[in-house]
């Protein structure tokens, strides 16, 4: 079942990379009492992530955090590594976006926004979306209906919602 508006959102550990190296954190603990932009892309430097829908998020962190979001993170199944390294070639580590790593597919999985890309050497991955939690809550959702596209899940279509 996909998650909708009004679930909160499954618990998770994902990944990051930190100066000590890869580094565990809860997505519970970055979403209590938060306002936050959560949105997943199916992989790291893959042409749309890496050259539209990061970006929109890069571009519009200061028109997001001035409309009350507290934090904005990005999910991707990826490697701590790479999600490290994604975070730096994007500028989204200079914008305050904390890229994690649900290097399993773990979290997109529990909320039914996982896809099968096998057929294209991806494997599990993560449907394009953005959401606005609340205190762990869905207040707005949007997914794509295409890995390929990234219009109703942008940063900028994220701010028309709030």
Same mark, same amino acid.
């Given at each position: 079942?996909?998650?909708?508006?009004?679930?909160?959102?499954?618990?998770?550990?994902?990944?990051?990379?930190?100066?000590?190296?890869?580094?565990?954190?809860?997505?519970?603990?970055?979403?209590?009492?938060?306002?936050?932009?959560?949105?997943?892309?199916?992989?790291?430097?893959?042409?749309?992530?890496?050259?539209?829908?990061?970006?929109?998020?890069?571009?519009?962190?200061?028109?997001?955090?001035?409309?009350?979001?507290? !934090? =904005? $993170?990005? *999910?991707?199944?990826?490697?701590?590594?790479?999600?490290?390294?994604? &975070?730096? %070639?994007?500028? #989204? @580590?200079?914008?305050?976006?904390?890229?994690?790593?649900?290097?399993?597919?773990?979290?997109?999985?529990?909320?039914?926004?996982?896809?099968?890309?096998?057929?294209?050497?991806?494997?599990?991955?993560?449907?394009?979306?953005?959401?606005?939690?609340?205190?762990?809550?869905? !207040? =707005? $959702?949007? *997914?794509?209906?295409?890995?390929?596209?990234?219009?109703?899940?942008? &940063?900028? %279509?994220?701010? #028309? @919602?709030?």
């Amino acid at each position: 079942m996909t998650i909708a508006v009004g679930d909160k959102l499954p618990e998770a550990e994902l990944f990051e990379m930190t100066a000590e190296g890869p580094g565990k954190v809860s997505l519970g603990s970055l979403t209590a009492g938060k306002t936050v932009a959560m949105f997943g892309v199916p992989g790291a430097y893959t042409p749309t992530c890496h050259l539209k829908h990061m970006p929109s998020f890069v571009d519009q962190a200061g028109a997001l955090k001035a409309k009350g979001v507290d !934090a =904005i $993170l990005c *999910v991707t199944v990826n490697d701590p590594f790479v999600v490290g390294e994604w &975070a730096k %070639a994007t500028g #989204a @580590a200079d914008a305050g976006i904390r890229v994690l790593g649900d290097s399993d597919a773990a979290l997109v999985k529990a909320m039914g926004l996982d896809f099968d890309g096998s057929v294209v050497g991806l494997g599990a991955r993560s449907q394009r979306f953005s959401a606005l939690v609340r205190d762990g809550e869905i !207040a =707005i $959702l949007a *997914v794509e209906d295409a890995p390929s596209k990234a219009e109703a899940t942008t &940063a900028e %279509a994220l701010l #028309a @919602a709030i």
